[in-house]
């Protein structure tokens, strides 16, 4: 079994549309966010470092791609984003992510952008917010740049240190480095679970925990035979 899932991924590796597949991967997981995008990527280069596909070409494959999906979720969220915010239920994971976006996007800046990328859905909610909000371009895809191609080093270089250290047995190089990514993104939405401040959970709870005003003393004077 484990040699019949080591063949096809030989064959995958070696495919002339492997670079391709990682682009395409890269640009949807910015809609469909079950897309196995990095797990890909990692596989390419644990692959990478056995004689299999070039590094280079996986990492700019993997960038190229992030940055397409990132511009096409900016110009949605700049067309559609707010009304399509507004709609978002008041609970749910979806809208705890868009807060989140908004939050980040205030306290952070377009280092948001980068933090995000590493956040489970967090990219969705960034890029879409971004437009939304009317983020300036050139701010956005100056950040953008950094965060994809941080994000497919990273992902190609975690790929290739596990395959480095299994190189007889690749598969055991995909399982430390797609765990490793999922340990780090584990983390990363556990710091992301305290609120900013002045986000509504934030907010709420200030407004709850504030002292209430008390009602002045009265100046009328009781009525006479009262």
Not at 61 to 85: E, K, N, P, Q, V
Not at 160 to 173: I, K, Q, T, V
Not at 183 to 200: C, N
Request: charged share 15%; glycine share 12%.
């Amino acid at each position: 079994m484990t040699q019949t899932i080591l063949d096809l991924i030989d064959q995958a590796m070696a495919s002339p549309w492997l670079y391709a597949a990682l682009f395409a991967l890269a640009a949807l997981d910015a809609f469909i966010i079950v897309l196995p995008s990095e797990s890909a990527i990692i596989t390419a280069g644990v692959f990478a470092a056995t004689g299999g596909p070039e590094l280079l070409p996986i990492m700019a494959a993997a960038g190229t791609g992030a940055m397409i999906g990132d511009h096409l979720g900016y110009g949605l969220g700049h067309r559609y984003g707010a009304r399509f915010i507004e709609r978002l239920p008041e609970k749910g994971r979806r809208e705890r992510a868009f807060t989140w976006a908004r939050g980040a996007l205030q306290q952070r800046g377009g280092m948001a952008l980068v933090v995000a990328r590493y956040v489970p859905g967090g990219r969705t909610a960034v890029t879409l917010t971004t437009g939304a909000i009317r983020f300036p371009v050139r701010s956005f895809v100056a950040f953008d740049a950094l965060a994809a191609g941080s994000w497919a080093v990273y992902c190609t270089l975690v790929g290739y240190l596990g395959g480095a250290a299994f190189e007889d047995n690749p598969l055991y190089g995909v399982v430390l480095g797609v765990g490793f990514a999922l340990t780090l993104a584990a983390l990363i939405e556990l710091i992301r679970q305290k609120p900013f401040p002045g986000s509504r959970k934030d907010s709420t709870a200030s407004v709850r925990s504030a002292p209430q005003p008390t009602a002045p003393p009265s100046t009328d004077h009781p009525a006479v035979g009262s």
